[in-house]
């Protein structure tokens, strides 16, 4: 940190490496509702995580530089502070401009609407991206490199949506295939879950070859995926449902996580579901279903609960896998046209804000005249598994026809809790 100005006047601070404790004038503080403007002048040299999977990366040859905005062993995982001060948590949401300096053989890629690029001198170029809808700071990205733009438009609920894709060069064919279906994923969210909130759909092609990050508006993803046929569209899908799941809606903490990945894993099967029919669909939840029963607890080290996931687990198989299938019993929990109306209120009412699994407990309830407690308790508040099976039944006659009584057995898997307020579904 070189320097620090509070409301334009030069502030007396601190720095060790991870927290700047700036003092104000007489120690007083800035009173509750006050505006106050902070300026950091600073420079170094941004790292990755140190589990390889983010923070930022370097080309040895420096032709790229991307940004991954959480990191797996950072604590916390929000990892905005790698690149830029800010408070840097799962709650704390702002707008930001980006003015990048580069080469001007390269192109500077950020989130929101590219406003201009105009030459620096000394063969470079200087890209100012600016995002007015906030964001916490782990969704912010930057990506450089020599790129090609495919150009197109989305006509969305709420009108036309630029879409941009910025590949490399040798994937500009490619990405033509592989993004052959985004206007139609799009389409299935928006049915499904409400408009798509923001100012542009975009992704960003990066060498990074274990997974993407969904920053808002500009998704980094992988080259690899970017070969011209549809094998990566479930990851293609995945990201793009943060913009509802993560990113409209942010988990409050780490603990939550499962509000972000458990229900974009889920928006996998959805689309699926509308794009290759239900057979398609019932294939992919099965299969995420026998991941999370078989190997969660083994991957995981033990029986967790969806809820208050340890930090080492945060993006782990019970977060993905098991978090699908609760969202999916929570569909056939409230029926159909419920479910998806109480999510598309609950996305409508608290867009662009932090939610807690309380908080989504309450609010799902609240919305659809459902207590919801005793679900939460077996489902997301308790580990392991309820399991439903018929142990008897019994048939009696009657002048109307027959009556049946059917016996119910409920089964613990990696659990000692009982659910309560069960609706099995039987066929006779």
Known sequence: VDSVKLNAISAPYNYNDTVIRIKTPQNKGIPAGDTAYLTVYYHGNPVKDASGWGGFYFSNDSSYAYNLGVGFAAAPHSYGRVWFPCIDDFREKATYDFKVRVKNTNTAVCNGILVDNYCA???????????K??????LASIAVRKYSLISNTYNGINGNIPISLYVRPSDSVGAIGSFSNLKDILNVYEM??????WERVGYVGVPFTNGAMEHATNIAYPNVCINGTLNYESLLAHELSHHWFGNLITCSTE?????????ATYCESIYKEELYGVNSFKTDVRTRHKEALQKAHITDGSYLSLYGIPHKYTYGTTVYDKGAGVVHTLRNYMGDDLFFDVVTKLLTEYPYTDINTFNLRDSLSSFSGIDLNDFFEAYVFNPGFP???IDSFKLIPSSTGNLCIVYMRQKQKGTSFFANTNKIELTF
């Not at 001198?121 to 995002?131: L, P, R, S, V």
């Not at 809808?133 to 782990?138: A, G, L, Q, V």
């Not at 603990?255 to 229900?263: A, F, P």
């Open 121 to 131: 001198g000394n063969n470079t170029a200087i890209y100012h991206w600016k995002i």
């Open 387 to 389: 399991h439903f099976s």
């Open 192 to 197: 499904r879950f409400g408009p798509y909130m």
């Open 255 to 263: 603990e939550d996580m499962w509000i972000n990945e458990g229900w």
């Open 133 to 138: 809808t906030p964001i916490p700071s782990y």
